[in-house]
T-cell receptor
């Protein structure tokens, strides 16, 4: 099965700075890499995802990069704002197994943006 | 449209009791997933339903846990003889392709 490692576990930045969260995965067959944001007491929500046929994807202040050779992908948030404070989870599918769509999640990164 | 819904939102039960947690997925979503999130932890996969295929139960932590999905829609997660370590938020998600949409979760507290 897939193994996903996420770093750092906590990240504190000043408003306006950039934040980067990194994840590594073990299954070279994995082809879909989503990032979820979970605000305190709320459900996880997809913020961006990337497929293995591209190396980078951007959506306003957030971007995700993928290095399939090294089996790692990263979330980049620029011009951070206090409302970006949340727990961020990366994930990768168990594509090599029999259950397409089942996700293995990283342990999460608590991002705090100080005004 | 309506998102994924779960009930109850909170459940407090005594150790040894059985509990049932319900998930209503987004209409038309063929895949349904159950995850468990302990305090300050990540999401732990429990079980996955895809259409009419046999469910993937590989994440269920013990035989006290079971789930069913009736008519390809509503799902119920049952925990028998609850233990204190079962205390967590149980999240349901549904999808039609890759993107999984999560419900608000059921916070289970076993006393």
């Amino acid at each position: 099965g897939e193994n996903v490692e996420q770093h750092p576990s906590t990240l504190s930045v000043q408003e306006g700075d950039s934040a980067v969260i990194k994840c590594t995965y073990s299954d070279s067959a994995s082809n879909y890499f989503p990032w979820y944001k979970q605000e305190l007491g709320k459900r996880p929500q997809l913020i961006i995802d990337i497929r293995s046929n591209v190396g980078e994807k951007k959506d306003q202040r957030i971007a995700v990069t993928l290095n399939k050779t090294a089996k790692h992908f990263s979330l980049h948030i620029t011009e951070t704002q206090p409302e970006d404070s949340a727990v961020y989870f990366c994930a990768a599918p168990n594509a090599g197994g029999t259950s397409y769509g089942k996700l293995t999640f990283g342990q999460g990164t608590i991002l705090t943006v100080h005004p | 449209g309506a998102g994924v819904s779960q009930s109850p939102s909170n459940k407090v039960t005594e150790k040894g009791k059985d509990v049932e947690l319900r998930c209503d997925p987004i209409s038309g979503h063929t895949a349904l997933y159950w995850y468990r999130q302990s305090l300050g932890q990540g999401l732990e996969f429990l079980i996955y339903f895809q259409g009419n295929s046999a469910p993937d139960k590989s994440g269920l932590p013990s035989d006290r846990f079971s789930a069913e999905r009736t008519g390809g829609s509503v799902s119920t997660l049952t925990i028998q003889r609850t233990q204190q370590e079962d205390s967590a938020v149980y999240l349901c998600a549904s999808s039609v392709l890759d993107e999984q949409y999560f419900g608000p979760g059921t916070r289970l507290t076993v006393t």
